[in-house]
């Protein structure tokens, strides 16, 4: 395989990965490659293929759209509907890193 064929070979499989939701070793074992040589190949593509959002580096959770029945929370409460039911009820502000966590945890199947 020459050169050229074997970069654009891995970065096919690094724009998969990257779609596939899984970890980088379930990738791996799925394709039957290192996890060594995919950590070298994604960090050698570095910027230059389309980067994930931080949302999407977490894993294979549901998106999650906040809506609101009024522009601005009654008494500053916000209510989150999930799309597996739950709903949360928080009063404002909240870190959105915590709520980012909740909102995967509760949204993690149990099992």
Known sequence: MMK?????????RVEDFRGSGLTVGAYCA???????SLHYWRKRFGGRLQQKSAAEETGPFLPVT???????????????R????????LSAPVDTGWLRTLVQVLETPCG
């Open 66 to 80: 906040l809506t609101y029945t009024s522009p601005v929370p009654a008494a500053g409460v916000m209510e989150i």
């Open 4 to 12: 050229e064929e074997k970069r654009e070979l891995w970065r096919a």
């Open 30 to 36: 799925r394709e039957g490659i290192a996890v060594s």
């Open 82 to 89: 999930l799309l597996s039911g739950r709903v949360v009820v």
